[in-house]
Each structure stands twice: as structure tokens, then as C-alpha cells.
T-cell receptor
Framework: DGGITQSPKYLFRKEGQNVTLSCEQNLNHDAMYWYRQDPGQGLRLIYYSQIVNDFQKGDIAEGYSVSREKKESFPLTVTSAQKNPTAFYLC???????????FGQGTRLTVV | AQSVTQLGSHVSVSEGALVLLRCNYSSSVPPYLFWYVQYPNQGLQLLLKYTSAATLVKGINDFEAEFKKSETSFHLTKPSAHMSDAAEYFCAVSENNAGNMLTFGGGTRLMVKP
């Protein structure tokens, strides 16, 4: 089955540690995205990538980093510089930038 | 620049009643419009999309939405609510230009009372 796989579904980390969230897609989509979702705040764009080896900052990129070495993979690293990392993180992909996005099931990160 | 406003962060209806979730957009060029649904601790699932074909768009689970250019609206409706419709709903817009990405509204949480 084609789709987007995010792992793990739940992640706990100690404050000050970097953590990497995985996102893999087998839809052959060019564009991939990372969103952060907080209660009552909708989706906020962290980073996006239109093609391999290229990515752009979204609205809330500070404290996050990404890479796009392969078309299928777009991992997100939450660094210790992110002041409030506890949130629900959603990865998405789309054939092109302005078409509908397909979402993974999300990773809930809790920093203690 | 494109933007989306969803009126009402929470909407409550009785089972069997009409569901109406409001979405207004702004766009400098003809838009693409989308409605997504999110169940607790899940990703977003596409309900329906408008891409400049028919103005009345039918989606999954008997949802539909009507594109009204004069009102810059794309409201989501369902004739009869089911308990399973309780979820959060997001409207999104994309300008009809290559390179533009989706912009999401703040979401509306639909509650269905028995």
C-alpha cells in the first residue's frame, strides 16, 4: 500500500536532547512537509522540500533541522534550541506544491 | 497572499441534524480549496477538493462543499450528522500557481450530541 509512514507514534525525550522524527513516503511525491500542531492552534509549517537536496524554512523553523537526501525520506530533528518542543508533529507529501497533501499518522513528542 | 478563516473553533450539532462548517478564503488568483478531517491522534484525511471544475463538490461520507466566488467561501455541509463525524475539520487553500503550498485554517472541532 502506498502512503506516508511516520515513526515512532509516541516519543519521550529529556529536555536538552536532540531527537529525530522519521518520515518516509512511497507515493513518489516530489514535495514533502513538516507541520507542528498544538491544541487549538491548527497546523504550523516548520520546513518543506520541493526536491531532493533542497528545503526551505516555514513559519516556525527555529530550533528544527531537516534533510532531504532521498526522495522518499524527510527526517525532522528537534534540537535542544527548540524552547517548547512538546507537540504533535505531522509529515505530509504532495505530487506538486499546490496540490492536496497526504498526511502521515503523526508523532507525539513529549519532552520531560 | 492566500489565507483561510474558519468561523467557529467549535461547532456542536445533534445526531441527525445538518452539519455546516464555514470557511472563507482570500486569494489573488483562482484558488484550489480543500477540506480535511482529523480524528484524535491521527493525521489529516482529505474529505474533498475544488480545483476549478464543478462548484459543488462531493466528498467522502456524504460531505459536500460549494465554491462561491462572490462570497469567497467554501463551506462544508452534511445533511445528517452521525456520531462518527465528531472530529476536527480543516479548510485549506492553494493558489493556482506552481510553487504555492497549502495554507490551512485554524480548524473547527465538530461535536455530535446523541
Amino acid at each position: 500500500d502506498g502512503g506516508i509512514t511516520q515513526s515512532p507514534k509516541y516519543l519521550f525525550r529529556k529536555e536538552g536532547q536532540n531527537v529525530t522524527l522519521s518520515c518516509e513516503q512511497n507515493l513518489n511525491h516530489d514535495a514533502m512537509y513538516w507541520y507542528r500542531q498544538d491544541p487549538g492552534q491548527g497546523l504550523r509549517l516548520i520546513y518543506y522540500s520541493q526536491i531532493v537536496n533542497d528545503f526551505q524554512k516555514g513559519d516556525i523553523a527555529e530550533g528544527y533541522s531537516v534533510s532531504r537526501e532521498k526522495k522518499e525520506s524527510f527526517p525532522l530533528t528537534v534540537t535542544s534550541a527548540q524552547k517548547n518542543p512538546t507537540a504533535f508533529y505531522l509529515c505530509a507529501s504532495s505530487p506538486y506544491m499546490n496540490t492536496e497533501a497526504f498526511f502521515g499518522q503523526g508523532t507525539r513528542l513529549t519532552v520531560v | 497572499a492566500q489565507s483561510v478563516t474558519q468561523l467557529g473553533s467549535h461547532v456542536s450539532v445533534s445526531e441527525g441534524a445538518l452539519v455546516l462548517l464555514r470557511c472563507n478564503y482570500s486569494s489573488s488568483v483562482p484558488p484550489y480549496l480543500f477540506w480535511y478531517v482529523q480524528y484524535p491522534n491521527q493525521g489529516l484525511q482529505l474529505l474533498l477538493k475544488y480545483t476549478s471544475a464543478a462548484t459543488l463538490v462531493k466528498g467522502i461520507n456524504d460531505f459536500e462543499a460549494e465554491f462561491k466566488k462572490s462570497e469567497t467561501s467554501f463551506h462544508l455541509t452534511k445533511p445528517s450528522a452521525h456520531m462518527s463525524d465528531a472530529a476536527e475539520y480543516f479548510c485549506a487553500v492553494s493558489e493556482n500557481n506552481a510553487g504555492n503550498m497549502l495554507t490551512f485554517g485554524g480548524g473547527t472541532r465538530l461535536m455530535v450530541k446523541p
